[in-house]
């Protein structure tokens, strides 16, 4: 395995470890804070820190002459459509429903770069994948069955899925013209408008604008604000636009299932739950899967440069 290659899996697993992670923080601020004020909040810290850092040149950031068709696509896929979406699946489905649906998003990757990108995936691969889903899906079918699914909750999160993955690979079709900084500042840019705009529109409507900016006056929101746009918004989105610039989009997606095993682990350490045996027999499974499919790839680069020079 090329040092580039590590590299850019050992970045992907890290910016999934801290979206896992962040599951946390989110559930801490859902209890005082709506769902579009949190990502309004999250999106202005976000953004207002890559503006610092580029009025004093610690970034550098240039749109101007490139093609913005994919940059827009994976801003607009995710955050914006991936969390509208998302919210209302939840909502609508129960956790077991909504952590299987979503589990499927390494297919769609692989479905979406076979027809977009024309990157493939060999057989061995594919059952790589298939049991990194079957790691999730056995997390969730044992997790806590609350609240009925409905029709319009499951369709949803099948659109959530397609999201997340649409996001991927424009994010690696991104990656041919912009650097992983310019992706993740443009989402960033993109976000902090849509949903201070949503947030701003709700309040007015409810009469309630002077509430606006209430999250900041609790000290402890304003923590996990900073964590989720500091470390979300930035470092782990980061983390997964420069893997998708390095490796195959269903190689980036194959550790999106390392944030499944973060939340467990978090929630064993800071929430006292119960961790079973069935999240270690997980946890192995999607490890594997993630290895075993970057792996492979790696091993069948290898043999089509040997193959292209011995002719």
Known sequence: MSKSVFIACITVAFGYVI???SFFFTDYLLRSVSVIDLLAMRFIISFLTFSILRIFKVIKVNFKGKNMLWIFLAAIFEPILYFIFETIGVKYTSTMISGMIIAFTPIVVMILEGIILKEKTNLIQKLFLILGIVGVAIITANGQNDGESTLWGIICLFITATCGASFIVSSRKSSQGF????ITYFS?????IFFNGLSLINHIANGTVTSYFYPLFNVHNVCCLLYLALSGSIIATAAINYG????????????S?????TAIFVGVVFNNEKLFFYHIISTVLILISA??????????QERDLIKKQVS
């Not at 299932?257 to 095993?261: E, L, N, Q, W």
């Not at 290895?291 to 091993?299: A, L, P, Q």
Request: charged share 15%.
């Open 19 to 21: 979206f896992g992670t």
């Open 179 to 182: 650097s992983a900084t310019e």
């Open 188 to 192: 960033s840019m993109l976000g902090m």
């Open 244 to 255: 998708a610039s390095k490796i195959q989009a269903s190689s980036v997606s194959a550790f």
């Open 257 to 261: 299932g390392v944030s499944t095993v």
């Open 291 to 300: 290895i075993g499919i970057n792996y492979t790839k790696v091993k069948e």
